[in-house]
């Protein structure tokens, strides 16, 4: 009885260091099994999300505490192998005081780890508003609508780049051509190749008296 007495009182004594003890081998188990069998044999590890956001924004602001640029999505994956995130349906925004608004969305969207690179892919349409005071009716500078299936964009530069065909709609009439450079902050777009569509003609000049 008495070394029964005494071998419970020793296991009542070790029992916090058994406890740690465990808790370590279960960490330590935990983590061997997270590892991927490449990253084990010294390769690469896997492209695989290392975190996930559902109904992701982040926001920009400015030096007067207002949003200049806004990027929001369906659902965001971080990959901690390249540091790069994934988006479903991204809606990307620029709101630069002085300068027309932009809106585009997509279904797919990747930031690169510096946040400066983005690329969408899929039913790619991009809104830029008028210019504050300007005219929509014909103007150049109006209400600008881009349609594509693929756009890369660089935040910072704020210009706007494809390879893949493009539909551009404003107040003169529809473009379409292949391939685009779009430098939102100039306001000037160039389509690379097989451009066509229908322009209305601006307004003529009023004759000098």
Known sequence: MDRTRYLLDRLTAWSPVLLLGG??????????QIQSPAGNRGGA?????????ENFRAVSLGAD?????????KRAEHFGDDQTTELVEPRFELTEPGRPALALTARHGKLSADRENATFRGDVHAVRDSPAGGAA?????????LRTEELHVQTRQQRFTTDK?????????IIRGVGLEFDNLAKTA???GQVRGTM???????PTP
Do not use: C, N
């Not at 808790?23 to 061997?32: G, K, N």
């Not at 009716?137 to 609508?145: A, V």
């Not at 209305?200 to 009023?206: D, F, H, K, L, S």
């Open 23 to 32: 808790l370590a081998a279960l960490t330590y188990w935990l983590d061997a």
């Open 45 to 53: 590890p896997r492209h695989e999300p290392d975190m996930y956001i």
């Open 65 to 73: 505490g207002k949003p200049r640029q806004s990027i929001s999505a």
């Open 137 to 145: 009716d014909g103007t150049p500078g109006g209400r600008f609508t």
């Open 165 to 173: 065909p493009v539909t551009i709609e404003e107040p003169r009439g």
């Open 190 to 192: 160039v389509l690379k």
């Open 200 to 206: 209305q003609p601006g307004p003529a000049p009023t």
